[in-house]
């Protein structure tokens, strides 16, 4: 028998042999696994140095162990140490795990021995070294793990010493205790390796989001926030190229504290986000998501918490999020489209919901709303205006705001505020379509929505409402005719369920011509012009134009739609500007405008008169005259100081005419009142002040002539209040006109007519004739010649003065002309409409009197007309000077030749009229010398030079 020591020795030389071949056969597999990852950075940068400085810190540590045995393991050996042998220490917080734990042989750095077991150690048979074919698959198996960065069941993955150096600085940003906060030293370490090596960010990024989630399930909050201020750092540190890298798993970190059901996190989440929406980023992303995130802040928005503070919170923090999505998503077409139907419908009404609070204070819900809101419509293109306003639409009808009207209103104003302005004509189209759809709806929710539409129109400043201007007010004028059948009928349905009253609707058409108003003021002037023609042509006439309301509204519907187009003109009317009237009032929207005049509807008059008196004042001087009065001064309004332009006096002898002759005929109307009389003085008070000169004032002052006698002689069975009223608008208007320009005996000869009034008949004068008790004698209305204005005096006044030469046209009376349109009035006789009165003048036979007149020749008038016979060749030469002219001389040359062409015809013309027409007797039995020539007016119309 060998002695014990022999067997002994022999133990120790198998044990040898087999952990030599142990080793040696886990050297050829740590080579094959490095050689399998070559291209991995933990064997190309970590591994040899980790090994290498974990090989030097361990050497002077660990004892030299012996070979163990076949089928013996580490954990069973260090298991069954004596307490003579230590095993290496460990660092501070990590402790060996149990030996269930770890079945797998772990990987042993290069030149660490394993000792050989003491005496009478034994190792148990169930921890035996598995059969060779499973060794070296578990084995490999470890070592992916550590190539990886993963737990592994072996000792690497447990000892500290041996993880990663990223995770080892990760770990080393966290404190002992949570309260302390974030370690900035440490955290300056992990920012600088993560710089220096922007390959591991991804890693880095994960084992942070690894190490969240993880203190996160143990609710270890201090750590979680901690974590999330690190991954903060380092994607504020990291550059653009590279902050892809951890963007991913800081995203996916924010989805889960989102998810949590704690409101501090989902505030600390938000804020993070924030921070991560301001980084601007140089390179696109082309897989981030961000639907989780619209749905959540949307949810966020519309919390409802127990605790008021913190429900304001979760709001603002929702809101503020939602203005992050806006800002990392709207400027990245790569990114998820933030304009589609489904996120604009999560994030508006979440937006909506929060500014209908009261609350103006900094901070509050409403406030971050409104920032946000302008911020989203701002950042809108052409193509998605529609469908960030369609939402705002379906909240506001959802939720029944658009009667109470401030709400809508205050949404709509943020809306044209924020847009870029060549696109707020695409917020007018929307509302102008959801009126259309709401048509069946109450008059109080049509109401707002023209509300809206007159507010928005009023900020749109750029000059249009869109490619169709006239589609605007169609709608609008087709919303007036319903209106108009809903008001009649009591309902506003086809089927007469829902019923509506007069008030409501009332209200409704009072803001559709408003708001038809509003958007005239945002055109310019040619557009004004089409758009009053458009109104025009829209105005049902008896006879002239069609019907405009239902067959149902009958005569009354008419009459309400007239009053209410008219009204809606009138609002057009008011701000209109034009340099010069023959385009203000041109002859298709000017005769048709003055046909109204002969309605019997006293409101339609009034309405007429107005528009006129708006459209031919320029200088606002309607507005200076407050009331009609004998005291008023004239010096107040606002004059002319030049003549007469071109295309004024080209109104005149088109247009002057038919204005008197409708002034007039109104004067006679039975049911006037005390407004269309102050509105006659004002539209006579503009004539005279826009049209100032020698040949208007005349003809104005005949007109009032002849009103005077209107009212005296009582032809028309005009009735006291009427007549009456008549002698004060010739009162107040010869007052004014007497501070205009004429001489001075004119103005004294006015004051002493109405000083004899204020004596004798003050009922002839405004002040006591239009004021709350107007005081009227009893019986017929006698009128002394002293309160009269005498025809011969005023023409003595005006002698010797610039209208020395239009005297004589004042001893004419003036007589109205006859027009087409007198057959619209029902009441008034075409023979006592107009009087032509041709006779022979009786006083005028004495010779002495009359002028000497040559006898009329087709010579004389052939000389007068053409002075100078030219020849042939004379005027072939002319014709081509004209030619020539025409082609290369300019436009204001040319137009300045014609009018002075046309001047001198008019003027020949004149002569040879006056030699021919003879002028009619005179009611008052004076002499006259010539009468006002009926070519004065047609024929400018008829001839063509």
């Known amino acids: 028998m060998q002695s014990e020591a022999e067997l002994k020795a022999e133990r120790r030389i198998d044990y040898r042999s087999e952990l030599q071949g142990s080793r040696c056969y886990i050297s050829s597999c740590w080579r094959e696994a490095a050689a399998a990852g070559g291209g991995e950075e933990q064997e190309e940068r970590s591994s040899a140095a980790e090994q290498q400085e974990f090989s030097s810190e361990m050497a002077g540590t660990l004892p030299s ?84 960065h993963q737990t592994s069941g072996g000792v690497c993955g447990c000892c500290w010493a041996l993880r990663p150096r990223y995770k080892r600085l990760v770990d080393n940003i966290f404190p002992e205790d949570p309260e302390d906060g974030l370690v900035k030293a440490n955290m300056e370490k992990l920012t600088f390796f993560a710089l220096s090596a922007p390959e591991k960010l991804d890693r880095i990024a994960a084992y942070l989001s690894e190490r969240l989630t993880r203190e996160l399930n143990r609710h270890r909050y201090g750590y979680v926030c901690i974590a999330l201020e690190a991954m903060e750092q380092l994607l504020l540190a990291c550059h653009c190229q590279s902050i892809n890298l951890l963007v991913e798993s800081f995203l996916s970190t924010l989805r889960l504290l989102l998810e949590a059901d704690k409101p501090h996190l989902h505030i600390l989440a938000t804020n993070s986000f924030v921070k991560f929406a301001n980084i601007e980023e140089d390179t696109p992303s082309y897989h981030r998501s961000y639907d989780f995130f619209v749905s959540r802040f949307s949810e966020m928005c519309h919390s409802d918490h127990e605790d008021p503070d913190m429900k304001i919170k979760i709001r603002v923090s929702g809101i503020r999020g939602l203005q992050g999505v806006v800002r990392k998503t709207v400027d990245d077409e790569l990114q998820v489209n933030i304009w589609e139907p489904h996120h604009m419908e999560q994030m508006v009404p979440a937006l909506l919901v ?403 009034r204020w004596k004798e008949a003050p009922h002839l004068l405004p002040e006591s004739l239009w004021c709350d008790q107007p005081r009227l004698p009893k019986g017929d209305l006698k009128v002394d010649k002293a309160s009269l204005f005498v025809q011969s005096k005023i023409c003595e006044a005006l002698t010797g003065s610039s209208y020395s030469a239009q005297c004589e046209r004042i001893n004419t009376p003036y007589t109205p002309q006859l027009m087409d349109e007198d057959r619209l009035s029902r009441k008034i006789s075409i023979a006592d409409t107009i009087s032509l009165q041709i006779a022979i003048d009786h006083e005028s036979s004495s010779e002495a009197q009359k002028p000497q007149t040559e006898q009329i020749t087709f010579e004389t008038l052939k000389n007068t007309i053409d002075d100078q016979g030219l020849v042939e060749e004379e005027d072939r030469r002319r014709r081509m000077q004209v030619v020539e002219r025409f082609q290369t001389a300019p436009f204001e040359e040319i137009a300045a030749l014609c009018g002075s062409r046309t001047s001198l015809l008019q003027s020949k013309l004149d002569q040879v009229f006056d030699l021919i027409v003879r002028p009619p007797p005179s009611p008052s039995g004076q002499t006259s010398r010539r009468s006002t020539p009926i070519y004065e007016m047609k024929f400018p119309d008829l001839c063509v030079y």
Request: with cysteine; proline share 7%; aromatic share 6%.
């Open 354 to 756: 929060n500014l209908e609070t009261s609350s103006s204070s900094s901070g509050s819900p409403a406030e971050q709303t409104e920032v946000c809101f302008r911020e989203l419509l701002g950042r809108a293109a052409y193509g998605h205006i529609n469908n960030a306003i369609k939402p705002v639409l379906m909240h506001l009808d959802r939720h029944s705001l658009w009667e109470g009207r401030g709400f809508a209103v205050r949404c709509f104003q943020i809306i044209m505020f924020s847009i870029q302005s060549q696109h707020s004509h695409l917020v007018i189209q929307q509302l102008l379509g959801h009126l259309d759809a709401n048509s069946r709806s109450p008059a109080s929710v049509r109401a707002g929505i023209v509300e809206v539409l007159s507010e928005a129109a009023a900020i749109e400043v750029t000059g249009s409402v869109g490619p169709t201007v006239l589609e605007v007010f169609n709608t609008l004028l087709r919303q007036l005719r319903q209106s108009v059948d809903y008001q009649l009928t009591g309902y506003y349905d086809n089927a007469g369920k829902h019923k509506t009253t007069s008030v409501h609707e009332k209200t409704l058409q009072d803001a559709v011509i408003r708001t038809i108003g509003s958007f005239a003021n945002t055109l310019p002037v040619y557009q004004r012009s089409e758009v009053m023609l458009f109104i025009m042509g829209r105005i049902p006439v008896p006879g002239i134009y069609p019907a405009l309301g239902s067959p149902n509204a009958g005569f009354e519907g008419s009459r309400m739609i007239q009053v209410m187009l008219l009204k809606s003109l009138l609002q057009v009317s008011e701000r209109y500007e034009s340099s010069n009237l023959l385009t203000a009032l041109p002859s298709s929207f000017l005769e048709p405008l003055l046909s109204f005049t002969l309605m019997e509807d006293p409101e339609i008059r009034l309405l007429v008169l107005s528009i006129l008196t708006s459209l031919i004042d320029r200088h606002q001087n309607a507005a200076r005259i407050p009331t009609v009065s004998v005291t008023f001064d004239a010096s107040v309004l606002k004059q002319k100081e030049d003549r007469c332009s071109r295309q004024d006096n080209l109104f005149i002898r088109k247009h002057a005419q038919r204005l008197y002759r409708h002034i007039y005929l109104a004067c006679k109307e039975e049911n006037n009142g005390s407004n269309h009389y102050k509105a006659l003085f004002s539209l006579m008070a503009v004539l005279s002040v826009e049209l100032l000169n020698e040949e208007v004032l005349v003809d104005l002052i005949r007109l009032t002539l002849a009103l005077q006698e209107l009212g005296a002689s009582n032809q028309e069975n005009l009735s006291f209040y009427n007549r009456c009223s008549l002698h004060a608008v010739c009162a107040a208007f010869f007052h004014l006109l007497s501070q205009l320009g004429p001489p001075p005996p004119l103005h004294q000869h006015v004051t002493q007519v109405i000083e004899s």
């Open 65 to 148: 162990f012996p070979s163990l045995p076949r089928g013996v393991t580490v954990p069973a050996l260090l298991g069954s140490l004596p307490r003579a042998v230590n095993p290496p220490s460990l660092p501070r917080g990590l402790t060996m795990p149990s030996l269930p734990t770890l079945p797998s042989f772990p990987s042993i750095p290069r030149g660490i021995t394993i000792p050989s077991l003491p005496r009478g150690v034994t190792l148990p048979r169930m921890v035996s070294m598995p059969t060779v074919p499973e060794a070296p698959r578990r084995l490999l198996q470890d070592c992916c793990s550590v190539f990886d």
